[in-house]
């Protein structure tokens, strides 16, 4: 016996025996070689290994001399030993890592792999994190933890704050990544990971908000204030550019790269602009809330807050609300009718006299002492009678002080103030009466006469008066100004709809009188009174409705409403022709013998409401079109077109008697049921109980 195939000899035979019948007995033992389960040849068969055992018939054992022979085969299952250890591909790493990584972002550019030649269950290990320096404790995690045999490894990041670039303590990182066996052998690959820096921190400001001052008259380049922002990033991320933005951030300058704020020069390039002037203005702006940004080098921006408020400075004169103040009086007079009043407002703030302002009379030509003025009020009162003879021409002329309280120098405006003497003679006209009322129809013909005003002039011709319309005419009414005759304009629009009922026009006179002209005014009333000449009009195009077949004659089914902007309108409703229908195919019925759809509905001629005249029928006529019309019987022009029509569509349902029906007020045609209810009803509690009955039998369903 002798074994064939043996390529590693892995195996021997021993204890040969041979029994009494002549057979032969041999035991198969393993050689002195260790069996491997790894080795190449077993791993390619899968654990296998297999040989043949060949018997021989010794003819003569002195040559040896043989005759027959037989082999058969032997196959071993090499079943596998937890012998092997896992083995990482290369025994150290060196990783760059941005700072900026995210929670379980796996490490970039790891490619660690470890492998355990055994099988099945002895291939198994697990893979574990172990700190080398203390900083890295718990900053990342190993994935997976249980492994079987080849296996890639992934680190991923556990807790992304603790990689901080400007942290000198959180730049490095090293820990060892141990592979353990089953059988508690254990080995390991260390992992050194670098912290690259980030734009991960944004500029951040010392405070929410900043406030500055600067006085409105501040030059072009006056430094206002400096705003700084920190960024402990490294680099170009570090370094930050600011501006500003905002309504009227156009008035300030800001250095980018040091963040000091100035005044900016005013004006455009097309304007002359004093050089160092500004444009800031107390009295146009108070103050400017601003956003002021920072930038670093990576785009990252932060904002804050900033307030830049106008201080007041005293550079506005008061001014006058005239050029200059006119008023005749006669000789005589010693109060003005009306009252005197010389106003002057000062634009300053409160930190600056807060606008109020003294009056003085600066100078007169005239020694007489004749006017005073109150300092605070502004009015100009006589301090006796005025005469012709006080001044060379008859009249007084006034140069008025207006002075406010600003700092440190008070500034002051002035306006002239001419006050006239006429005489006696110079009188004002008058009108007839002090008011006119008339009345006029709507349609009346353009540049038709409407009332004449007259005035009488009591020291001069009545020829030499002039009339004019002063106010209220809504430029529907114009006045000859020779003779008073006030008439309808020649494109007037009387409509009351569009300009109303009522005019309240105002009417003045003048003379021709020397030195001055006189006025004179009177009120006229004119109405407009409606004239019916306007069309009636259905509220809408068209109308829809559904109706059952079933319903009684009278059944209110639609009510149409039109209406008319006249105002003594009496409108009419009427169904007219054409009155089309179509039956449940859509056919168009085409004559009324077999059934008149014409006569299936009514209309009352006062209200509009459309009722059921005739039985109607589903099967005759499905669809009934009525033609609706309204008309005002009350019209007084162009009677013939104060008409309006439209149509009104009824679609008539099929009633099976079979259908439940729910309690009243519910019907058929109306199929709604209101139900009130309390706001504070607590949930789950009934809100209403609905029933329906058959309607042959009577019975609830």
Request: proline share 6%; net charge negative.
């Amino acid at each position: 016996l002798t074994i064939e195939g043996d390529r590693l000899d892995y195996f021997q035979l021993t204890q040969n025996q041979v029994s009494s019948d002549g057979v032969l007995s041999v035991t198969l033992a393993t050689s002195k070689n260790i069996i491997d389960r790894e080795n190449k040849e077993v791993l390619k068969e899968g654990g296998l290994y297999a040989f043949q055992v060949r018997a021989r018939e010794v003819v003569d054992e002195s040559g040896p001399v043989y005759g027959e022979e037989t082999i058969t085969s032997v196959t071993i299952v090499v079943t596998d030993i937890d012998d092997e250890l896992p083995v990482f591909n290369r025994n150290s790493f060196t990783v760059p890592v941005p700072e900026d990584v995210g929670s379980d972002t796996p490490l970039p550019g790891l490619t660690l792999e470890v492998v355990d030649k055994d099988v099945s269950k002895n291939a198994e290990f697990s893979l574990s994190l172990e700190a080398v320096s203390p900083n890295s404790e718990g900053v990342f995690y190993v994935y997976p933890e249980r492994a079987l045999g080849k296996t890639p490894v992934i680190i991923r990041v556990k807790d992304p704050e603790r990689l901080d670039y400007e942290n000198e303590a959180a730049r490095n990182f090293q820990f060892n990544v141990i592979a353990e066996a089953l059988n508690g052998m254990k080995i390991k690959s260390e992992i050194t990971v670098v912290v690259t820096d980030s734009n991960d921190n944004i500029p951040q400001f010392a405070e929410k908000s900043y406030e500055f001052n600067v006085a409105e008259d501040a030059l072009a380049e006056l430094p206002i204030g400096k705003i700084e922002a920190f960024d402990p990033d490294s680099g170009s991320y570090g370094e930050i550019l600011y501006s500003i933005k905002g309504f009227g951030s156009e008035k300030f300058y800001v250095r980018p790269e040091t963040g000091d704020i100035s005044v900016a020069s005013c004006g455009s390039e097309n304007e002359i602009i004093p050089q160092g002037a500004s444009c800031l203005d107390y009295e146009d702006r108070k103050s400017f809330s601003l956003t002021y940004t920072a930038t670093d080098g990576g785009g990252q921006t932060t904002t804050t807050n900033l307030v830049i408020r106008i201080e007041d400075v005293n550079d506005n004169h008061p001014e006058f609300g005239l050029d200059e103040y006119r008023r005749v009086v006669r000789e005589g007079d010693s109060v003005f009718e009306p009252a005197l009043f010389i106003k002057a407002t000062d634009a300053d703030g409160p930190l600056q006299g807060g606008g109020k302002v003294f009056y003085t009379i600066k100078t007169i030509n005239t020694d007489a002492t004749v006017f005073q003025i109150d300092p605070m009020s502004g009015e100009i009162t006589m301090t006796k009678p005025v005469r012709v003879e006080d001044t060379e021409n008859g009249r007084y002329d006034l140069v008025i002080r207006a002075t406010d309280q600003g700092k440190p120098d008070p500034l002051h405006g002035d306006v002239k103030v001419f006050i006239d003497v006429g005489s006696i003679r110079n009188q004002k006209p008058k009108f007839s009466q002090p008011r006119y009322d008339i009345a006029i129809r709507e349609n009346a013909e353009a540049e038709s006469d409407v009332i004449q005003v007259k005035a009488d002039d009591p020291d001069g011709k009545n020829s030499d008066l002039r009339y004019h319309i002063h106010s209220g005419s809504k430029d529907n009414f114009v006045i000859n100004p020779a003779t008073g005759m006030i008439t309808v304009a020649p494109d007037a629009v009387l409509s009351i709809e569009q300009n109303g009922e009522l005019y309240e026009i105002s009417v003045q006179v003048t003379d021709n009188g020397e030195p001055y002209q006189q006025t004179s005014g009177a009120q006229v009333t004119i109405t407009v009174q409606d004239v019916n000449n306007k069309a009636p009009k259905f509220l809408q195009d068209s109308y829809t409705e559904y109706v059952l077949e079933n319903e009684e004659k009278g059944h209110h089914v639609l009510t149409v409403t039109a209406t008319d902007p006249d105002r003594n309108a009496d409108l009419e409703y009427d169904i007219i022709e054409p009155i089309e229908a179509r039956d449940k195919s859509g056919t168009k019925l085409e004559n009324i013998a077999a059934y008149d759809f014409k006569a299936a509905f009514s209309i009352d001629p006062r209200n509009g409401k459309i009722s059921i005249s005739e039985k109607l029928s589903y099967s005759s006529a499905a669809v009934i079109i009525l033609t609706l019309q309204v008309k005002d019987k009350n019209a007084e022009e162009n009677i013939e077109d104060q008409v309006a029509t439209t149509e009104a569509t009824l679609y008539i349902k099929a009633f099976n008697a079979d259908n439940p029906v729910f309690p009243p007020p519910w019907t058929p045609s109306d199929p709604t049921i209101s139900v009130n209810i309390s706001e504070n009803i607590p949930p789950g509690e009934a809100l209403f109980n609905l029933g329906a009955k058959d309607p042959l039998t009577g019975e609830q369903i």
